[in-house]
């Protein structure tokens, strides 16, 4: 019965998945490689476009798991493998932000930080004619204090 339950939440999840990608390709009109071009064709348009998106996909995310957490019962592996995902996007959430600011608060005019939700690995575009390598040390030795992420894990990728 149990692993009933599973395939069913489980499918649920991937239903609501296929959704999500469904209405997100349609409402962004992600189709259209003409304004995807446009869009990203300048390094403003770049960080912006990107944190849209970004805050698209978090709450359609957060959605799915409070449909899972809705449906499954308390103290079930599921609802706790859900509440544990959820958790765990929230806190990446809010530590992209808060170095995403530091990044910006030590001279870069924008920067997007991306933590991985399955590694460790932290990716820091940031908006730069010419990084140097005192920069790259500063943006390392931030990520390295606020995230505890080795600097073999990040990867830092400049934008003018």
Do not use: H, W
């Not at 069913?8 to 962004?28: D, K």
């Not at 959605?63 to 493998?81: F, R, T």
């Not at 990446?92 to 460790?120: H, P, Q, R």
């Amino acid at each position: 019965m149990a692993n009933k339950k599973k395939i069913i939440v489980l499918s649920c999840m991937i239903a609501l998945l296929a959704a999500t990608a469904v209405f997100n390709y349609v409402f962004t009109g992600t189709g259209n490689a003409k304004v995807a071009q446009t869009t990203y064709a300048n390094a403003a348009g770049y960080f912006a476009q990107y944190r849209a998106e970004r805050l698209t996909n978090r709450n359609e995310e957060l959605i799915q798991l409070d449909s899972v957490l809705s449906c499954a019962a308390k103290g079930s592996e599921e609802y706790s493998a859900a509440l544990t995902m959820k958790t765990n996007l929230t806190l990446n959430t809010e530590k992209e932000m808060l170095l995403e600011t530091l990044i910006k608060a030590y001279g870069f005019e924008d920067a997007v930080v991306v933590i991985g939700l399955d590694s460790d690995n932290v990716n820091v575009i940031a908006k730069s004619s010419n990084l140097t390598a005192d920069d790259a040390i500063a943006i390392y030795t931030i990520i390295a204090e606020e995230a505890s992420v080795s600097p073999e894990n990040v990867k830092i990728i400049p934008i003018s």
